[in-house]
């Protein structure tokens, strides 16, 4: 199933480029490419700096939205932007994950440069109350037990690994993808699926009469009686790091003037505040190296994941 989703966005990706006319954005501002959708926590992220850096510098910056093909849409928008430092990506996971899941896809760690890293985002499973699961321990029977499975509605990225990993624990798992995380929850309320993985600020927003939330992918999650995914599975691997990069061959001097501006920002209380009403832990500034590693990091370990699947572009 994963495989055919890749598939088709890569050639998403292929067509949006064929098609790719010029921006709608003012032409004189520094943009900031979010490869997802308005409405979600990326977004809504990518405002909040957006907002900062233009009364921060006085120029003009923009929030550009440029979705689809699991994100490759709008990272290589950015990859293939002019090296000048005004176009920015602010993305997740996926620039660690995508070249490893998706034969063709852009070399995103090579493509792209690294500036500073922003804020991790937790997830949380979140289960239909219908199920009547007293524990998360219990999936693996409830699922065996039930004739057809388990239904797990998987939007793109790391939610979409994360249904990957319970089917490969419990093989009556059945992995549902679906394009977002708003349509994905409303067919958990919906009973069409059984469980998701999602944002854990959506999921406290939403878990309530046919919803339960029972386990979180972070320690620092303030949601009472929820367990951390690694008390319950200690090698199940959902983590979300964001961040902003430009082309490769953006100058130096560039990428540190980016990398100041923005470690101010984050250093606001103000800002950090906002960032967590988005439901993003913010991270401690560090430099564009430290985010490089970081990158790196993740993508050895989601690489360790994805072959263990057995979902490694081939």
Not at 205 to 215: K, M, S, T, W
Not at 288 to 301: I, N, V
């Amino acid at each position: 199933m994963i495989r055919a989703v890749l598939r088709r966005a890569g050639l998403a990706v292929l067509l949006a480029a064929a098609l790719a006319g010029p921006a709608g954005a003012q032409s004189d501002a520094v943009r900031i490419v979010v490869p997802a959708p308005a409405g979600g926590s990326l977004d809504a992220t990518a405002r909040i700096l957006a907002q900062r850096m233009t009364a921060l510098t006085g120029e003009p910056h923009v929030v550009e939205n440029k979705p689809g093909a699991n994100t490759q849409i709008g990272n290589e928008y950015v990859a293939r932007a002019a090296p000048d430092g005004r176009t920015l990506l602010y993305a997740g996971l996926s620039l660690a994950i995508n070249p490893l899941l998706q034969k063709g896809a852009a070399r995103n760690l090579l493509d792209l440069r690294p500036v500073i890293a922003i804020s991790r985002e937790p997830y949380s499973l979140v289960v239909s109350s219908a199920l009547k699961l007293p524990s998360v321990r219990e999936l693996g029977r409830v699922a065996a037990a039930r004739q057809g499975g388990l239904n797990c509605a998987a939007p793109p990225g790391v939610m979409l690994l994360g249904c990957e990993q319970l089917r490969h624990k419990y093989p009556n798992v059945n992995v549902i993808p679906y394009p977002g995380v708003a349509p994905a929850l409303g067919a958990l309320a919906g009973g069409h699926v059984d469980v998701v993985f999602v944002p854990m600020e959506s999921a406290a927003r939403v878990v309530q009469g046919r919803l339960a939330d029972i386990v979180a992918t972070s320690d620092t999650h303030t949601l009472p009686g929820v367990p951390t995914i690694t008390a319950v599975w200690p090698d199940f691997a959902m983590e979300s790091i964001q961040g902003v990069s430009v082309p490769v061959g953006t100058p130096d001097a560039r990428v540190r003037q980016l990398n100041e501006q923005l470690a101010r920002i984050l250093g606001e209380p103000e800002t950090q505040e906002r960032l967590r009403l988005v439901g993003h832990d913010p991270l401690k500034a560090g430099t564009p190296e430290d985010y490089g590693r970081l990158l790196a990091d993740l993508s050895r370990r989601y690489g360790a994941v994805i072959d263990k699947l057995g979902l490694a572009a081939r």
